[in-house]
């Protein structure tokens, strides 16, 4: 039964082989793995040179495909651990035809191995696991090696968007990008308002069902 269902992911995976990238996973260590760079071309992933904006834990797809639908002519790049979520994302874009989104199945601590400095207008981080745990905090995909990577990334000006239901982990992120030099506005009232457009994604959806807010905040790079 489980090698069935695991022969069933492959041959969805390979349908879906031109949405999807899986980066090496030679070196397992990830502090050795992201001194070996491998970045990622975009100009040849998307084959052409528009910008290029990427979500972080993107799960069954719905948000970042509406972003690419809305916005033709901006490439977006959504990263997600795991396989069985990630398949669904990359069927979704391929049933639209969507050109101008990728897949990368990868968890987002290898992320430094494969995304050039100043490379990404815009990241967003929509519902991300607030781990609570004590031991846990480096696992948040706020805490500082995280934080530090987005900075990298960004290019002056770019943002980090970050939506979440978990109020302590909103403070805690508040925090973190202050602490890294970003500007940071709340921007939960505007959204729930109707002031700045949204685009619930499938948690937030569930959440609003049964009346829990989304707290938001834009946590801008400053220029050096
Ligand atoms: C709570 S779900 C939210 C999914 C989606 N963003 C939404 O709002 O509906 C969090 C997703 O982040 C993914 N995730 C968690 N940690 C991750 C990491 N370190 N790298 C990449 N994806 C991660 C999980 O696998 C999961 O699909």
Known sequence: MRIRKKRHLEERLSAVKDYLIVPERDIPNVLEAVKDKRYFNFKEIFGNDNPVEMEIGCGKGGFIIQKAIENPNVNFLAVEL?????????????EKNLTNVKFVNSGAEYLPRYIPDGSMR??????????PQDGYEGRRLTSDRFVTAYKNYLSDGGAVYQKTDDVPFFEYSFGKFLQFGFDVKVVSDQIEKGEIKNIETEYEKKFHAIGIRTNALIATKKPN
């Open 122 to 131: 815009n990241i967003y981080l929509n519902f991300s696991p607030p781990f």
């Open 82 to 94: 795991l396989q069985n979520i990630v398949v669904m994302a990359c069927e979704s874009a391929k």
